[in-house]
């Protein structure tokens, strides 16, 4: 009598994520899609003060060459209470270094769930979907989700004109992926 | 009882919110359990308070007292897993309950046009009318979004 091989399982896919803190709140991001984890003092010398009209979760900008770095708070990105953000993840692939509270842990994540479809207002554009990690329930962040393209137009706007270019500083960087 | 009035009967789950029962079709539940840890994070969806894990399952929890008795729950014995479609999709949605849910047969009426959304039927039980709920009226989902521009629309248009 033959007896049928076990059935082979396919390998489970992971994704290495960064698990975050802004306030008393975690979120998770991906570590592929974070370029650089930086304090966000190292910011302060080389940013430029910014005041988009109705857009309060921006009030930096870092130039890098030709590109802007817009600094957003993520404390007001997601209406929590303020918190001064002590580390900036510049987020690969967009204008935006989020300002977050700290780093929890960096994980992998073997399942990401899609929002449920209840959720149907702007959630649907911070969060790639939940993921359970140790128990816990965790929103993952989408890194093009904090500034929409009108955001960026009014931003963009809102640029004061260039000066001095050269004066960026890179101390306090973390390499992150 | 006849055997044509047997075939009408349906089954219904009763549930309770502050002092008044409403009745789901028990086709719609998919379980009935206590209340577990509700994970919250920043949404803008008001109806949803955050979510809780079921079965490896991530299930967003649904107050819907607000809506159909006027105050939110203040104490919550049970959740019940309510089935919401999605046009062919569909996703469990947890609703909390104040009290001990029945299984009942019964007869439905079917709602009147000036019934509020919600109302899929109503039935008479122990002498209370009882309204069905239609779970996919009373949860938000992207028809809500969909609602919402559009009468923003109409009253941006209005002079």
Same mark, same amino acid.
């Given at each position: 009598?033959?007896?049928?091989?076990?059935?082979?399982?396919?390998?489970?896919?992971?994704?290495? +994520?960064?698990?975050?803190?802004?306030?008393?709140?975690?979120?998770?991001?991906?570590?592929?899609?974070?370029?650089?984890?930086?304090?966000?003092?190292?910011?302060?010398?080389?940013?430029?003060? +910014?005041?988009?009209?109705?857009?309060?979760?921006?009030?930096?900008?870092?130039?890098?060459?030709?590109?802007?770095?817009?600094?957003?708070?993520?404390?007001?990105?997601?209406?929590?209470?303020?918190?001064?953000?002590?580390?900036?993840?510049?987020?690969?692939?967009?204008?935006?270094?989020?300002?977050?509270?700290?780093?929890?842990?960096?994980?992998?994540?073997?399942?990401?769930?899609?929002?449920?479809?209840?959720?149907?207002?702007?959630?649907?554009?911070?969060?790639?979907?939940?993921?359970? +990690?140790?128990?816990?329930?965790?929103?993952?962040?989408?890194?093009?989700?904090?500034?929409?393209?009108?955001?960026?137009?009014?931003?963009?706007?809102?640029?004061?004109?260039?000066?001095?270019?050269?004066?960026?500083?890179?101390?306090?960087?973390?390499?992150?992926? | 009882?006849?055997?044509?009035?047997?075939?009408?009967?349906?089954?219904?789950?009763?549930?309770?919110?502050?002092?008044?029962?409403?009745?789901?079709?028990?086709?719609?539940?998919?379980?009935?359990?206590?209340?577990?840890?509700?994970?919250?994070?920043?949404?803008?969806?008001?109806?949803?308070?955050?979510?809780?894990?079921?079965?490896?399952?991530?299930?967003?929890?649904?107050?819907?007292?607000?809506?159909?008795?006027?105050?939110?729950?203040?104490?919550?014995?049970?959740?019940?897993?309510?089935?919401?479609?999605?046009?062919?999709?569909?996703?469990?949605?947890?609703?909390?309950?104040?009290?001990?849910?029945?299984?009942?047969?019964?007869?439905?009426?079917?709602?009147?046009?000036?019934?509020?959304?919600?109302?899929?039927?109503?039935?008479?039980?122990?002498?209370?009318?009882?309204?069905?709920?239609?779970?996919?009226?009373?949860?938000?989902?992207?028809?809500?979004?969909?609602?919402?521009?559009?009468?923003?629309?109409?009253?941006?248009?209005?002079?």
């Amino acid at each position: 009598m033959r007896v049928a091989a076990p059935a082979k399982s396919a390998p489970t896919r992971s994704e290495q +994520i960064i698990v975050f803190r802004i306030g008393s709140q975690l979120f998770a991001v991906s570590s592929a899609s974070v370029q650089e984890v930086r304090s966000s003092d190292s910011f302060s010398g080389a940013s430029t003060e +910014i005041s988009a009209p109705g857009l309060r979760k921006v009030r930096h900008v870092v130039r890098r060459g030709d590109r802007s770095l817009f600094i957003v708070s993520g404390a007001l990105h997601f209406d929590l209470p303020p918190s001064p953000g002590t580390l900036a993840f510049v987020l690969r692939k967009t204008r935006t270094a989020l300002l977050v509270d700290g780093i929890e842990k960096m994980t992998s994540m073997t399942r990401l769930q899609a929002l449920p479809q209840s959720f149907c207002h702007e959630e649907r554009q911070w969060y790639r979907g939940l993921t359970a +990690i140790d128990q816990t329930v965790i929103p993952v962040v989408h890194p093009e989700g904090f500034l929409s393209a009108e955001e960026l137009t009014l931003l963009d706007a809102a640029m004061p004109p260039p000066k001095n270019r050269d004066g960026e500083s890179t101390e306090g960087t973390v390499s992150a992926a | 009882m006849t055997v044509s009035a047997e075939l009408e009967l349906q089954s219904f789950v009763l549930l309770r919110l502050g002092e008044r029962r409403f009745a789901v079709r028990a086709g719609q539940i998919a379980e009935l359990v206590a209340p577990s840890r509700i994970f919250k994070f920043p949404h803008r969806t008001a109806q949803i308070e955050g979510v809780i894990l079921r079965r490896g399952r991530i299930v967003p929890v649904c107050d819907v007292a607000e809506t159909l008795i006027g105050k939110k729950l203040m104490s919550r014995r049970l959740y019940l897993l309510a089935v919401r479609h999605y046009g062919a999709q569909t996703e469990w949605v947890a609703l909390p309950v104040t009290g001990e849910c029945e299984l009942i047969n019964a007869e439905m009426a079917a709602a009147a046009e000036s019934d509020a959304p919600h109302v899929a039927g109503w039935l008479s039980h122990a002498g209370d009318v009882i309204e069905v709920l239609n779970v996919d009226a009373i949860t938000p989902g992207p028809g809500e979004m969909r609602v919402e521009s559009e009468t923003k629309g109409v009253l941006e248009a209005r002079p």
